[in-house]
């Protein structure tokens, strides 16, 4: 069977003595599916007794999708004697004593560490749309291939598919690759639906007829555009947000504090003079006495007064709350009411922090709020952070809220760290007076 060009380059690395992981992909129509197949179907064959691992987020897609055509390329090749396909045991047993596992990489909140995974012994894998997992499901696999190595003087090898995704995957192989940063034992070959020449014209007239971040992404294979409509920040008003030249430090001075909780391993201060972020300072696995002398230190720098300072109040974070007597932030209590004219009214958000989020978003898309900021780590990181502020289960009615931080971790492939120290300088645009309030009802 002959390989297009692009699928050749991924051979040649995954057969190398120094790549162990390829991500392989980036537009719709290159041939992700039917590389990874091939590669196993041959390793299979060439290597007797290993075990492979085929997965992907669920395994229900994987059999309508993967394995389809994994089984079409078997026929088409004349292998289909030379295995049995063990449907309750959802794995391919090869005639030579080779086995390919299906597995379901969804990260269930049930086993949050993969432990499903953890007597697993695999001499290499594939995953396709890989994307659709999230960063710790790869590395739990990748940390079982192991089996057999040895043997055959092999190393770990990794093949991943996918379609430009604003997550783990940009990350980790895309935006390293776009800049030249790519660790040695990591490749990425970008496929476009172009490259193939097997593709049928109307389907890539297709391609060209979707909207336009669809388009890009599917049929241009550009990364930077996030066709996620439950998004609540754009590419160029995150842009827009660090390049703040409209705007001027003017007005009120405020201080924001999301303090390191449990699993996270640093303290994040941003002072705010109006709605310009002015400085941002972190401190790493601090103590409580640490966190409140630092915030007081600001506090005195640049002329902040106590009632204009907030805290996440969640966790440890109350006890920096107590100690300064600074206002605090709950992030799962009710929504404050908002103004709206002359009286105020009860707002349809699930909680405080959504609240604060779908209105911080509003400021930065309108150009209302920006950051001055020279550091480019923290500029990657609170972009990451900005990308993944979304409305959770848009197409049903109710309350609006976020997606949940574990989430973001997931599709991050971190903990967020940045955005909670944004959005919280919201809070102080719902304050206000008794005085100043009209109740109804």
């Known amino acids: 069977m002959k390989l297009l060009i692009k699928q050749e380059h991924a051979i040649f690395f995954l057969k190398d003595t120094i790549t162990e992981e390829v991500l392989y992909g980036g537009a719709a129509g290159g041939g992700k599916s039917a590389l990874g197949c091939l590669w196993l179907m041959e390793m299979c064959q060439k290597y007797p007794g290993t075990r492979w691992l085929l997965g992907r987020s ?31 045991e959802n794995s391919i047993r090869w005639n030579n004593g080779s086995e390919i596992l299906l597995k379901d990489l969804f990260h269930y909140p049930s086993d949050p560490n993969f432990d499903s995974l953890g007597s ?35 190393i770990p090898k990794m093949l991943g598919s996918c379609n430009p995704s604003k997550n783990w995957a940009y990350k980790q192989f895309y935006k390293p690759f776009r800049e030249a940063k790519l660790p040695r034992y990591r490749k990425f070959i970008q496929s476009l639906p172009t490259d193939n020449p097997h593709l049928h014209p109307g389907y890539l007239q297709s391609l060209l007829r979707l909207d336009r971040n669809s388009r890009e992404r599917l049929y241009f294979g550009n990364w930077e555009y996030d066709d996620d409509p439950a998004a609540l920040i754009d590419h160029d008003s995150i842009a827009d947000y660090f390049n703040p030249k409209h705007l001027k430090p003017e007005g009120v001075k405020y201080l924001t504090i999301d303090v390191a909780r449990k699993g996270r391993d640093k303290t994040v201060l941003r002072v705010w003079h109006g709605w310009l972020c002015i400085y941002r300072s ?160």
Request: net charge neutral; hydrophobic share 35%.
């Open 120 to 154: 697993l012994e695999i001499t290499g894998a594939f995953v396709d749309e890989c994307n659709q997992v999230s960063y710790h499901a790869w590395q739990i696999v990748k940390s079982r291939i192991r089996y057999k190595l040895a043997e055959y003087s092999l």
């Open 282 to 441: 972190e401190i790493a696995k601090s103590g409580l006495d640490e966190v409140v002398n630092h915030a007081q230190n600001l506090q005195l720098k640049f002329g902040i007064a106590l009632t204009n300072v907030i805290a996440d109040e969640d966790g440890v974070g109350g006890g920096v709350v107590d100690f300064l007597k600074c206002k605090g932030f709950v992030n799962n209590s009710s929504p404050l009411e908002m103004r709206e004219g002359n009286i105020y009214i009860k707002p349809n958000y699930d909680n405080l922090k959504s609240q604060c989020s779908i209105k911080m978003a509003e400021m930065i898309v309108n150009r209302l709020a920006g950051e001055i900021c020279d550091n480019d780590n923290v500029l990657q990181s609170t972009t990451e952070e900005m990308e993944q502020v979304k409305l959770r289960d848009i197409d049903k009615d109710g309350r609006q809220g976020i997606i949940p931080k574990e989430k973001v971790k997931e599709h991050i492939g971190r903990s967020p760290d940045e955005w909670d120290s944004i959005m919280m300088r919201y809070w102080f645009a719902l304050r206000k007076t008794y005085n100043a309030k009209i109740r109804i009802g």
């Open 58 to 88: 669920k395994l229900k897609n994987l059999k309508e999708t993967t394995l389809n055509t994994f089984f079409e390329l078997a026929s088409a090749l004349q292998l289909t004697r030379q295995f049995h396909y063990k449907v309750q």
